[in-house]
């Protein structure tokens, strides 16, 4: 239920003695309220009883007392004429196991191609340890986005639109700290355009040489050696192409021909069609699993931990173990967006819980990835971080069946993301510009032309998608996953009278890995031993 309230009331006494009074005669400002603003059994003839109306100006006082009031009347109390029910409709809300799979879907994404490499230049052993950190750290900070978040809102009682997290910021810190935040998402968004760029360019460059194999009659999937694992896809003896530099088909010129199909997309005025087609991550994410898992029981165990001089040798543990950070603070990253899938969950009590469920599902995906591609890829390992691009993909011969039809549904879902997100980017962009997420072709046109010239730059001269997503991870992340989450609950608790020494060094240390783990993205460790 909603308490119906008017703006003009902000303006008069919250208690008067006019409220007391025994006279049928409403006093101002209700007589002169809008229809649209008066309660559900609002009658004009007999007015409101100055009883009950003084009773609600008294609740209303209570809640302004000092935000967040430690006095709370209960809704109980309050007269039912002023509260209006609004109906709600049947499908709106969503089960728990609804809410956990829509949060592991969300955060799963294309760093899950990058992980064996990710965690290679960790170590096996530290590696997966800190999967399981990380994944920890990330998931505690979006539990408690949730729950201050959800604490305002009960607070908020006269606010109609649902609060997001980027509100509790301004709530908590006036400008410029929404602004930091909000441009702390448009840098992430940002840089997902530019990863999906290269993996369109990178996914549509194999496929085509692959269909030019199956014209030429050299596709031969059914022979391949070490069932199809090569140290670099694009290498000329394993593609059976002569492709140079700028050629008509190349790895620099793929990039630009994209321009053809995404350019229009993205200045639609609604991404309401691209949207239907979301469904195709679900597919892309199983097909992911299920060629790592076919692969891996394939080629079998394929490591040692101890001989050193072995092509298959991967160290326990490994001092570059920052790219590996980078990368699941990209990884594990849905703060934006956390409050808005709980949101709708039917049972409210058990967000924390589903959050967490979540987060061990996202954490067991990564590592089964990363983990299989390293015990089993039958090369030597230093292939898998060796390539540019950092995919496993690229550690699999263009001629694999498996590989061509993975790809080919990639491209697919990625024609359709990257309008999506370009759609919310524009739109989060120019609302806060311009106050209208659309304004003209004009300036739609333009901003494409931006971030476009932006994406086609990087995927030419920097097609590192491993690179890529650790520098856009850590940079959003100390914002987003570190910083704002640790600082507003301190914040939240020092004005609730619950704030702990503990706690506050706790969560300051939690800041402090988000600031170095954003300092050490441009050192490689391994170059000063």
């Not at 294309?110 to 965690?119: E, F, I, V």
């Not at 170095?516 to 170059?527: A, E, K, R």
């Amino acid at each position: 239920m909603v308490l119906v309230g008017s703006d003009d009331e902000e303006q008069q006494p919250l208690i008067s003695s006019q409220s007391f009074s025994t006279s049928t005669k409403v006093p101002r400002p209700y007589e002169e309220e809008p229809l649209w603003r008066r309660p559900f059994n609002y009658s004009v003839q007999h007015g409101i009883d100055p009883e009950k109306l003084s009773r609600l100006q008294r609740y209303r006082y209570y809640q302004r007392l000092a935000p967040p009031m430690t006095m709370v009347v209960p809704d109980h109390v309050i007269p039912p004429e002023f509260f209006t029910i609004v109906p709600m409709e049947r499908g709106q809300k969503q089960s728990s196991i609804v809410t956990i799979f829509s949060l592991w879907n969300t955060m799963l994404g294309t760093s899950l191609l990058c992980m064996p490499a990710a965690m290679l230049h960790a170590g096996l052993i530290l590696g997966c340890l800190i999967v399981l950190g990380v994944g920890m750290v990330t998931c505690y900070t979006a539990i408690i986005t949730v729950q201050v978040t959800m604490d305002i809102q009960l607070l908020d009682t006269l606010r109609n639109a649902p609060l997001e997290f980027v509100d509790v910021i301004e709530y908590y810190m006036p400008f410029p700290s929404a602004q930091i935040a909000l441009t702390a998402g448009a840098a992430s968004f940002l840089g997902a355009l530019m990863v999906f760029w290269i993996l369109l360019s990178n996914f549509t460059y194999g496929t085509g040489i692959a269909l030019s194999n199956m014209v030429n009659g050299s596709f031969h999937y059914h022979n391949l050696s070490h069932f199809g694992a090569v140290c670099d896809a694009y290498d000329t003896s394993h593609t059976n192409t002569t492709s140079s530099h700028w050629g008509a088909w190349s790895a620099e010129t793929v990039p630009i021909y994209l321009i053809l199909i995404l350019f229009p997309l993205c200045c639609l005025k609604s991404a309401t069609i691209l949207s239907k087609f979301n469904s195709l991550g679900v597919v892309c994410i199983a097909m992911a699993l299920v060629f790592v898992v076919t692969k891996a029981s394939q080629w079998g165990i394929n490591i040692t931990i101890t001989n050193t001089t072995s092509i298959h040798y991967v160290a326990p543990a490994f001092v570059d173990f920052n790219k590996l950070t980078g990368t699941l603070t990209l990884s594990f990253f849905i703060h934006n967006a956390v409050v808005a899938l709980v949101r709708n969950n039917r049972n409210p009590k058990n967000n924390k819980r589903d959050v967490g469920i979540a987060f061990v599902m996202v954490a067991l995906t990564y590592g089964l990835v990363g983990l299989l591609f390293l015990l089993t890829f039958p090369l030597a390992k230093t292939c898998i971080s060796g390539v540019d691009s950092q995919l496993l993909f690229d550690n699999i011969s263009l001629n694999d069946l498996m590989v061509f039809v993975a790809k080919f549904f990639q491209i697919l879902q990625l024609i359709t993301v990257y309008p999506t997100v370009n759609f919310v980017l524009r739109s989060q962009l120019f609302l806060g510009i311009f106050k209208d997420p659309f304004c003209s072709y004009k300036h739609v046109i333009v901003f494409n032309v931006i971030t476009i010239l932006i994406c086609v730059l990087i995927s030419i001269f920097y097609p590192k998608v491993g690179d890529v997503i650790r520098y856009v991870g850590s940079v959003s992340g100390l914002a987003y996953v570190f910083f704002f989450p640790c600082f507003i609950y301190l914040l939240h608790c020092y004005k609730n009278n619950k704030l702990t020494w503990y706690s506050a060094v706790g969560h300051s240390f939690v800041i402090l890995l988000g600031v170095l783990n954003l300092g050490t993205q441009p050192v490689t460790f391994s170059h000063y031993l």
